[in-house]
């Protein structure tokens, strides 16, 4: 069998399919403190070695030295580091003799090759360690051939083959002979008591070029000979181009044309063919091309154009209007129903009812959008930060009625995605570009362009009603008000669905014209919030601790056989008693209020402890304690980051994150007047982790949702006032409006 015969019996395994000195002279530097170290090792230039191609996610060199590609995007949630750790332990390698490449989008030996949804490393999971695990057998049959002697005979470690006599052979001088050889079908994979690299610190594999600035971002991206372009969008949602006067825009020096663009993204939203990721209005747009990115921008500016209303402009009364009428309405769907919730609320001592809204939100990555496109009758060559590239891939084919094998697509690390990026709009706008002009296009995306007509999270209100029976919850309802669309999946089965005998969740949405998608952990970024600080409330009405509470809860959802009830009564548990313990639950000190909040998303179970302290008459978040369980931590300093960074996410857009829209226009374009958390105002956030040897779950997302509730409970403590509104800044009284500053 030949090598290339070889990889492609590889890619049909299911193993293999996955989910940054002028004026002469010289200079000379010195480090005192590697001078001081015995045997320092000189670093490895890569590059330079003599690689030997394995198969689509390995390379061994000659030397021992190993490249491991990396199949999905990289956004900042650590997978270009995680999965070729996992791949490097069962194959038993050094993890300072592995060289991580990010791989292009490769349907043929890579699937579900996207970021979305926090389940990477859950998906990947089995399938990379058997791709590791798989690789090594082979590279041990291979020495085993050389000499003659049964493979069982023989052990891997580190990178070297051992047999009976003590003999040994490098993988490098056996790999091309293994690349030959038959895939086998049953491996051993490594117990996890063996494991020498998951469960061990490992430094980003992309540290060192983001401390150094060196190229990795796509709005780093360069080609010879590419040219800039910038589009001009509506003022407002629901205004389309009537005309433009580019006469002023032409006179700026580098502007190389002015066009428009829509007409091919228009054909492909009428075709009804388009996957979700698609997000384009079906207006035209106007397109400034240069040479360099300040004057695509200056010609922007000075294009004259006049819009005209195609829809309604909306703003922010509207919308609050029309949610609150869908909650007092009749007109829901239904997404879970147990019991007999009226009968429930009919037969109850007394019954609680609270609303909660939420705002649209921007997703405001550092990086605004960009894109690489270069449309040729041979092929079309996309580079660039996007979380979906098969999708983008598949509609650019559509758009431009071009065979999807002839487009070739390469990603580029990303400054921030949080779910904008899993839309391939700007993507679609570079290749239409492109295919226009007939030229290689950076397509450059100012941050007041994505925030005034990007894709927001969705504003929401949540109305839930409880029925108390002789001091027990006996009934729940949860009814979802949102716009253009609602909670999805499994969500409705979340907790606290199979702990109450009479659950009920009933969802309505307004349609409107301003785009919105996916936002950090979408939808349960603010339920959990909503449904924690609601059984906070539940506790005290009650009488109970709110700990103790959620514990009672749960034992009624252990031994369940639903299904679609997916979180573990008995992990929940063990999370909020380790959170309990390390946040000293019950254990108050005088001046500081504490908060509680658990809950379970992307296959995560979370639990959070919030201090809040009374500082010069305000309340600042001081710590959070975060107790979560995502299974096997594979890099546990990724992990740790994680988990951190969702926690301040939530705790920053709880707080401060407010957007409004008048006539069709945001209330904000930047940060000037969009307001985040500042590091003067980020409590210590302490990560503890339930030791276990389940596979992993999600973890990107998970710890932003119960952030908003923990800090809304600990200041419900400081202040005696529940917020059922965010901004929390917002729903203060006056005299707090300052709260952190």
């Not at 015969?5 to 200079?27: V, Y």
């Not at 509207?318 to 037969?347: C, M, Q, S, V, Y």
């Amino acid at each position: 069998m030949s090598k290339q015969e070889n990889k492609l019996t590889f890619s049909r395994r299911n193993f293999l399919k996955t989910s940054a000195l002028a004026g002469g002279g010289i200079m000379i530097g010195f480090n005192l403190f590697t001078a001081c170290k015995d045997n320092v090792k000189p670093a490895v230039d890569f590059e330079k070695l003599n690689f030997n191609d394995f198969n689509a996610f390995i390379k061994i060199s000659n030397e021992g030295y190993v490249t491991i590609y990396s199949p999905n995007p990289e956004i900042g949630q650590g997978v270009k580091t995680t999965m070729p750790m996992i791949i490097a332990e069962e194959l038993d390698v050094e993890w300072d003799k592995v060289h991580v490449v990010q791989a292009p989008l490769d349907t043929k030996n890579y699937s579900r090759q996207l970021a979305g949804g926090s389940q990477s490393i859950r998906h990947g999971w089995d399938a990379l360690r058997q791709t590791g695990a798989t690789t090594k057998q082979m590279l041990v049959n291979a020495a085993a051939a050389k000499w003659g002697v049964n493979a069982s005979s023989c052990k891997a470690l580190k990178g070297v083959i051992t047999n009976e006599k003590g003999e040994t052979l490098s993988y490098g001088e056996v790999v091309n002979e293994a690349a030959l050889l038959e895939v086998p079908e049953d491996v051993k994979l490594k117990d996890s008591s063996e494991y020498s690299i998951i469960g061990k610190d490992a430094k980003n594999v992309d540290l060192s070029k983001i401390v150094t600035g060196k190229p990795l971002f796509g709005i780093d991206y360069k080609k010879e000979g590419m040219l800039y372009a910038t589009v001009l969008r509506p003022s407002a949602f629901g205004q389309v181009l009537e005309s433009f006067d580019a006469t002023e825009a032409k006179k700026v020096n580098g502007v190389v044309d002015v066009i428009t663009i829509g007409e091919k993204a228009r054909k492909f939203l009428d075709s009804g063919k388009f996957n979700w990721t698609f997000k384009l209005t079906k207006t035209d747009k106007v397109v400034v091309v240069a040479t360099n990115t300040w004057a695509a921008i200056k010609g922007k500016n000075a294009i004259k154009a006049v819009w005209k209303n195609d829809s309604n402009l909306e703003d922010t009364a509207l919308h609050d209007t029309k949610l609150n009428e869908i909650l007092d309405g009749t007109k829901f769907n239904i997404r879970r129903e147990d019991g007999n919730i009226d009968k429930a609320f009919a037969e109850a001592d007394k019954v609680i009812e609270r609303t909660y809204h939420s705002p649209f939100l921007p997703h405001n990555c550092m990086e605004p959008m960009n894109f690489y496109a270069n449309v040729t009758t041979d092929k079309i060559h996309l580079v660039g930060p996007v979380q979906t590239p098969e999708y983008a891939a598949t509609a650019v084919s559509e758009m431009l009625d071009r065979d999807l094998d002839k487009i070739h697509i390469e990603m580029t690390r990303m400054g921030g995605g949080f779910g904008r990026r899993l839309y391939g709009d700007f993507v679609y706008e570079a290749a239409e570009i492109s295919n226009a002009i007939k030229k290689p296009i950076k397509l450059i995306t100012t941050r007041e362009d994505d925030v005034n007509s990007g894709i927001y999270r969705p504003a929401i209100k949540y109305r839930i009603s409880a029925s108390i029976k002789d001091e027990k919850i006996t009934g729940y309802h949860l009814k979802e008000a949102a716009i253009n669309s609602n909670m999805f999946g499994l969500i409705p089965h979340f907790f606290p669905a199979g702990c109450i005998p009479n659950y009920k969740v009933s969802t309505g949405n307004y349609k409107s014209n301003i785009s919105t998608g996916a936002w950090r952990a979408p939808y349960t970024n603010f339920l959990a919030y909503a449904e924690q600080s609601f059984f906070d409330e539940l506790a005290e009405e009650l009488g109970q601790d709110t700990v103790q509470l959620r514990l009672d809860l749960l034992e009624n959802v252990k031994g369940t056989t639903d299904e679609k009830i997916q979180y573990s009564g008995k992990r929940m548990q063990e999370v909020i008693k380790l959170v309990a313990e390390k946040g000293e639950w019950g254990k108050n000190k005088e001046g500081v209020f504490k908060g509680f909040s658990a809950y379970y998303s992307h296959n995560t179970h979370v639990a959070e402890v919030a201090e809040v302290e009374m500082i010069d008459g305000t309340p600042k978040i001081t710590k959070v304690v975060a107790a979560v369980d995502c299974g096997i931590v594979v890099n546990p300093t990724g992990a740790i980051n994680q988990v951190q960074g969702g926690v301040l996410d939530g705790i920053g857009h709880a707080m401060y994150g407010d957007f409004n829209f008048k006539e069709g226009k945001p209330s904000s374009q930047n940060f000037d007047a969009y307001r985040l958390i500042r590091m003067n105002e980020t409590p210590k956030v302490e990560v503890h982790f339930v030791k276990n040897n389940l596979s992993p779950t999600g973890l990107g997302e998970p710890g932003l949702p119960p952030a908003g509730g923990a800090v809304s409970n600990a200041i419900f403590k400081a202040l005696n006032k529940r917020l059922y509104s965010q901004p929390f800044v917002e729903s203060m009284n006056k005299d707090v409006e300052k709260i952190l500053g």
